[in-house]
C-alpha cells in the first residue's frame, strides 16, 4: 500500500487514468472537490476506489471534440474522500500529489483515457521543505489579483488565505484565477513555486482591469 506522507518517486504510478478537464487545474498540496457525473469518469472514479485512488487531471487543448488532444503536462491526485448519490453521481475530494509529463496514451479498451506518465522532472513536488519566500513577496501580486478578482466579481475568502502556507496560497490563487486555459498551464508547468510567483505576475501585466464585467461566481 502507497503511503501518501512518505512518497517517493519510486512509489509513484507510471500508468495512470487521466481526467481531461478544460479550464481545471490542481496543483500539489492543495485539494479540490469534484462532482463526477459523466458515465465514462464514473467507471475511473469507480476503478480508482478500488485500487490506488489515484487519477492524473490534465487540461485538454480542445474541449469541443471528444477526443481531444491533451496538453503533455498534469497533476496527479488522490481521491482522500468521495461520496456516491443515489443518481450514481460521485463527489470526491481530490490531493494534488505531484506534476507529471504525458509520455503515451494507452489504448486499454476502457471508456476513459489512460497514459503513460513521468514525473522526473518535476520531484520536487514531493519535497517537504518549503521554498525560501514570504508573504511579503506576494503583497504587489495580492493587490492586483484583488482587483481583477473584484472586476469579475469573484468572491474570494483572503482572511482564510492568510490561514494557509505560503506555497498552498500561490497555488490556491493560481487555480482559482479567471486566467485562460493556456495562462493556467503555463502557471502549472512553472518548475518552482518563485517560478510561478513570478509568472502570476508576468500575466496580471497583461490584464486591463477595466475590461470585465462583475459576473459572481459561486
Known amino acids: 500500500m502507497i503511503n501518501f ?17 478544460s479550464n481545471f487545474i490542481i496543483f500539489p498540496k492543495t485539494a479540490v472537490p469534484l462532482n463526477i457525473f459523466e458515465p ?31 496538453y503533455k503536462v498534469g497533476c496527479l491526485g488522490k481521491i482522500t474522500h468521495f461520496k456516491k448519490s443515489a443518481e450514481n453521481r460521485f463527489l470526491i475530494e481530490l490531493k494534488g500529489i505531484t506534476r ?18 513521468d514525473y522526473k522532472n518535476y520531484i520536487e513536488d514531493l519535497n517537504k521543505e518549503k521554498e525560501d519566500l514570504k508573504f511579503s513577496d506576494l503583497e504587489i501580486i495580492f493587490k492586483d489579483l484583488k482587483s481583477l478578482f473584484e ?22 490563487l493560481a487555480m482559482a484565477s479567471p486566467f485562460t486555459l493556456e495562462e493556467k498551464q503555463v502557471l502549472l508547468e512553472a518548475k ?3 517560478n510561478r510567483k513570478n509568472r502570476i505576475s508576468e500575466i496580471l501585466k497583461t490584464y486591463n482591469f477595466d475590461q470585465y464585467n462583475n459576473t459572481t461566481i459561486q
Open 5 to 21: 506522507n512518505k512518497m517517493n518517486l519510486k512509489d509513484l504510478l507510471l500508468t495512470i487514468p487521466v481526467f481531461p478537464l
Open 40 to 70: 465514462r469518469y464514473i467507471d475511473m472514479i469507480n476503478d480508482s476506489i478500488n485500487s490506488n485512488k489515484l487519477i492524473g487531471m490534465i487540461q485538454p487543448k480542445n474541449f469541443n471534440k471528444e477526443n481531444p488532444e491533451l
Open 151 to 172: 472586476k469579475k466579481g469573484f468572491i474570494i475568502n483572503w482572511k482564510g488565505l492568510e490561514n494557509q502556507s505560503l506555497d498552498e496560497t500561490i497555488n490556491a
Open 192 to 194: 518552482s513555486l518563485d
Open 100 to 117: 507529471f509529463q504525458v509520455k503515451n496514451e494507452i489504448d486499454t479498451k476502457k471508456k476513459y483515457r489512460t497514459c503513460e506518465v
